[in-house]
């Protein structure tokens, strides 16, 4: 078979291979609804803590909720996130309400940063939705109570591997 | 239909389904097989102790590849992988059945190409040859690799990362084409019906794969599917009973001498060969090569 044969069948297939998925996922983005993705500055303002979340059915006294407070580092810049543990429907995930710097300043947000999947022996199986590079990765992660107001958020992902203390805030 | 598997899939589902096959087939599946593989071996008076040394040898090739592909993983993964995904890629596509479909049909025909090239030019077949030196066909075979069976496959899989798809499903599904593979190297599944026979990759195709016979050189080159031979002009189907190996044996079972054998050869050969431009074309042209 002459190289210019296979060279054609060749970039056929993968045309057809990558295409597919490309024009499925178009056509589905197409069929929804408009999203309007709201530009995520970290850029620390004087803004408090954004609107509260609607009041949501708490199905028991879990000690994972309430609000905790996570150091982050986005881009050289350190500072801390609050998160709002909340339970619906039976399900625990926790928004990120605010972030905050250290002198105090303060932005409001309203991100999904935690699933809670499975309670397990070592803890509960998560979804950690995270940034690096402008782009979003769920990473699946474990988190335990280490005290009642100190939980700890661990996770391994390819190569990527962290463990961080969250506290309780009063 | 479409809908359905178009609809937006969790990572931690498609990760626990892949993790089902890709590593725990080496627990229900692969390692019974070679016990069953062993037995048979023992009833039709075929056990040696060269079959046992050549099983053992294999075992240790395998730790060595996945030592190589380990430090690779880290530096490739992680940074290459995901460097070209954030930078030199199409629009990311959403992770649903469609996406993963494809992605693996795509690794499967990226690993037909990669293992196309590994037998085509030299330096390939000098690091694949360790695969194919084995005089026996079983289940440890699949694990016997060559030095830089681990670098290869990344140049074909960057492409499939820049068409959109994301560097962990990409690396999934390769992992997922190669235990596919491992499971066809056996001789006590003679053929499957016809028309699995038609599109899949089976035993029987890839004994001819590593068959020593002259009709059998360089054919079927597929992971999980054969169609890619038939379509692209390197089928040959199991007719005459196939020898095992390669052309110019081996004669071994220390590790070591099996894993380097193909680069040592390669090296001798580069030696005795004069001038700088026939001692690279070594590299690049078909095994078995000399100049004019």
């Known amino acids: 078979m002459s190289n210019t044969k296979l060279f054609f069948i060749s970039i056929g297939i993968i045309a057809l291979l990558a295409g597919v998925p490309h024009i499925t996922a178009n056509l589905s983005y197409a069929n929804t609804t408009e999203i309007v993705e709201t530009p995520k500055e970290k850029i620390i303002s004087e803004v408090t803590e954004a609107e509260p979340f609607e009041e949501e059915e708490t199905i028991n006294e879990s000690p994972f909720l309430g609000k905790w407070r996570a150091s982050f580092n986005y881009d050289g810049t350190m500072g801390y996130m609050i998160v709002r543990i909340t339970s619906k429907k039976g399900k625990m995930v926790g928004h990120i309400i605010a972030y905050e710097d250290d002198l105090g300043n303060s932005e409001g947000a309203k991100d999904l940063v935690l699933q809670f999947k499975k309670e397990k022996k070592s803890g509960w199986s998560a979804i950690y939705t995270t940034e690096y590079e402008n782009e979003t990765y769920q990473i699946p992660c474990t988190v335990k109570l280490l005290s009642p107001s100190q939980l700890q958020l661990s996770y391994d992902y390819y190569g990527f591997s962290d463990i961080e203390t969250w506290t309780k805030e009063k | ?292």
């Open chain 2, 1 to 292: 239909m479409v809908a359905l598997l178009a609809k937006e899939l969790e990572w931690i589902d498609v990760q626990y389904w892949f993790s089902i096959f890709n590593d725990w087939s080496l627990v229900y599946v692969i390692l019974p097989f070679f016990v069953f593989e062993l037995i048979r071996y023992t009833v039709l008076k075929r056990m040696t102790m060269d079959l046992i040394k050549d099983s053992i040898a294999n075992a240790i090739t395998f730790v060595a590849f996945v030592s190589i592909e380990y430090i690779l993983g880290i530096l490739a993964v992680t940074k290459l992988y995901f460097w070209v995904h954030e930078h030199v890629s199409l629009p990311h596509l959403p992770l649903n059945w469609i996406t993963i479909i494809c992605c693996i049909l795509l690794a499967d025909f990226a690993y037909y190409w990669d293992h196309r090239m590994m037998h085509r030019i030299g330096i390939g077949w000098a690091t694949h040859a360790v695969h194919h030196s084995s005089p026996h066909f079983n289940m440890s075979v699949a694990y016997r690799f060559g030095p830089m069976d681990a670098i290869f496959p990344i140049l074909f899989s960057i492409p499939i990362v820049m068409l959109g798809f994301d560097p962990i499903l990409v690396l999934l599904s390769e992992v997922f084409v190669q235990v596919f593979q491992t499971l066809l190297h056996t001789e006590v599944i003679k053929k499957f019906p016809k028309p699995i026979e038609y599109i899949f990759n089976t035993p029987s195709h890839h004994r001819v794969h590593h068959g020593s016979n002259r009709q059998y050189w360089d054919k079927n080159y597929a992971g999980m599917l054969i169609i890619w031979d038939r379509m692209l002009g390197t089928f040959e189907p199991e007719v005459e009973e196939v020898r095992y190996g390669i052309d110019k044996p081996v004669d071994s079972t220390n590790p070591i001498t099996i894993f380097l054998h193909g680069l040592q050869r390669l090296v001798k050969q580069m030696k005795k060969t004069e001038g700088i431009g026939n001692k690279l074309k070594l590299l690049i042209k078909p095994p078995g090569w000399e100049p004019k």
